[in-house]
């Protein structure tokens, strides 16, 4: 299995509503990431998280809280968000996390987020 | 800190032409280079990278690289696109994030490659 898999596909909340997105992989990757990507833009790096304890949070609002339950899951639990928080949720592994290294990052196909 | 800039934000070209999407990197430490590409509606698919070695680099899709240290440039080469080609573009530098020894990708803005009939 050599794919990172998310779900759901597409999601639409209101700014009251708490949901959660999922990430998986099984390629023994012990570094996963969460990204935002708006229309026309690079990813932007949220949260890093490495042999399963968060190793990066890059300034992201408390809305979004990450967990990480084993080496093979992420997930990102989503509450009273904004309508600008809308957009593509990426998901991402590596073999390890370290900067020294390679450090070749698979994507998941990402969860399309609308927030009303 | 590293950067990353990518020359040209879209690149029209007709089909089975040569295409050359320009990426130049900043940094002052060796470097690991990647190109993704983003098709609409799915997450990034990584092209081809440069670790170290041999300065020109193949990838998929009949997709090249070449490393030049001198110039800090990394531009993607494909003498022949097709129609399915039309996608995002992003280059991509490995930066280390302090002391905890965890990478993150730096990314340019991307450039739009459109493949016209």
């Known amino acids: 299995d050599t794919e990172v898999t998310q779900t759901p596909k597409h999601l639409v909340m209101g700014m009251t509503n708490k949901k959660s997105l999922k990430c998986e992989q099984h390629?023994?990757?012990?570094?996963m990431y969460w990204y935002k990507q708006k229309a026309k833009k690079p990813p932007e790096l949220m949260f890093v998280?490495?042999?399963?304890?968060?190793?990066i949070n890059e300034s992201v609002p408390s809305r979004f809280s990450p967990e990480c339950p084993n080496s093979s899951l992420l997930n990102l639990h989503l509450h009273a968000l904004q309508p600008e928080d809308s957009a593509l949720y990426l998901c991402?592994?590596?073999?390890?996390?370290?900067?020294?290294?390679?450090?070749?990052?698979?994507f998941g196909p990402g969860t399309r987020l609308t927030v009303l | 800190a590293q950067s990353v800039t990518q020359l040209d934000s879209q690149v029209p070209v007709f089909e089975e032409a040569p295409v050359e999407l320009r990426c130049n990197y900043s940094s002052s430490v060796s470097v690991y280079l990647f190109w993704y590409v983003q098709y609409p509606n799915q997450g990034l698919q990584l092209l081809l990278k440069?670790?170290?070695?041999?300065?020109l680099v193949k990838g998929i899709n009949g997709f090249e690289a070449e490393f030049n240290k001198s110039q800090t440039s990394f531009h993607l080469r494909k003498p022949s696109v097709h129609i399915s080609d039309t996608a995002e573009y992003f280059c991509?530098?490995?930066?280390?994030?302090?002391?905890?020894?965890?990478?993150?990708?730096?990314f340019g803005q991307g450039t739009t490659l459109q493949v016209k009939p």
């Open positions: 991402a592994s590596s073999p390890t996390p370290s900067g020294g290294s390679s450090n070749e990052q698979f």
């Open positions: 998280y490495s042999y399963e304890k968060l190793s």
């Open positions: 991509a530098v490995n930066q280390v994030v302090g002391s905890s020894n965890t990478g993150k990708l730096i």
């Open positions: 390629m023994g990757h012990r570094a």
């Open positions: 440069y670790l170290s070695g041999s300065t």
